[in-house]
């Protein structure tokens, strides 16, 4: 069952959903810090750390299947949308560590911190840069917003599920030509 709550919908559907999991994600990291701060409770760490880390693969997963694919299609700038791809394939590399390391093990804590700060630029660099473009195109932002949310309860109910449908504004391969002035 998806965390979202009932809402009615708006025209940047999309970019509101993906801002409130930045902000819930936010959140997580700054509970991770007090619970690393002040506690020898690993097993409450522990627990953080995986429902951080399932968070984080869900937010990747729906960037890369459906917002970057479909920001490709309206915006010609693809160095930062191959930035955002290659830094998500960091965040994984960092949580698949994660997967295999518990509290107390040598570089548990600074793979943390590294997991955060990666993130947390990734998070600027979309809400920065990516969303400002995105809002200013003509891309279907409510159509997206949808696709996300269904792509979101997809994997609360099966994590392995692919896509049930591929979205219309699936990136091909090929790169947008560019007009000429």
């Known amino acids: 069952?998806?965390?979202?709550?009932?809402?009615?919908?708006?025209?940047?559907?999309?970019?509101?959903?993906?801002?409130?999991?930045?902000?819930?994600?936010?959140?997580?990291?700054?509970?991770?810090?007090?619970?690393?701060?002040?506690?020898?409770?690993?097993?409450?760490?522990?627990?953080?750390?995986?429902?951080?880390?399932y968070q984080l693969r869900v937010n990747t997963m729906v960037a890369e299947e459906i917002l970057y694919p479909g920001a490709r299609t309206v915006i010609d700038n693809d160095d930062l949308l191959d930035d955002l791809e290659a830094r998500d394939a960091g965040v994984r590399d960092l949580i698949d560590r994660l997967d295999v390391m518990f509290p107390g093990d040598e570089h548990y804590d600074a793979t943390i911190t590294v997991l955060i700060e990666e993130f947390e630029q990734r998070i600027a660099d979309i809400d920065n840069e990516l969303f400002p473009?995105?809002?200013?195109?003509?891309?279907?932002?409510?159509?997206?917003?949808l696709r996300i949310r269904e792509r979101k309860d997809e994997l609360d109910e099966d994590f392995a599920a692919p896509p049930k449908s591929l979205a219309p504004t699936r990136h091909t391969g090929r790169r947008r030509v560019r007009a000429r002035h």
């Open 133 to 145: 473009k995105l809002k200013l195109s003509k891309l279907d932002l409510l159509a997206l917003g």
């Open 1 to 53: 069952m998806s965390n979202s709550p009932v809402r009615a919908h708006n025209a940047d559907e999309a970019i509101v959903q993906l801002l409130a999991d930045h902000l819930a994600i936010k959140r997580m990291f700054r509970e991770l810090e007090v619970a690393r701060v002040g506690a020898d409770d690993d097993r409450r760490r522990t627990e953080l750390v995986e429902e951080l880390c």
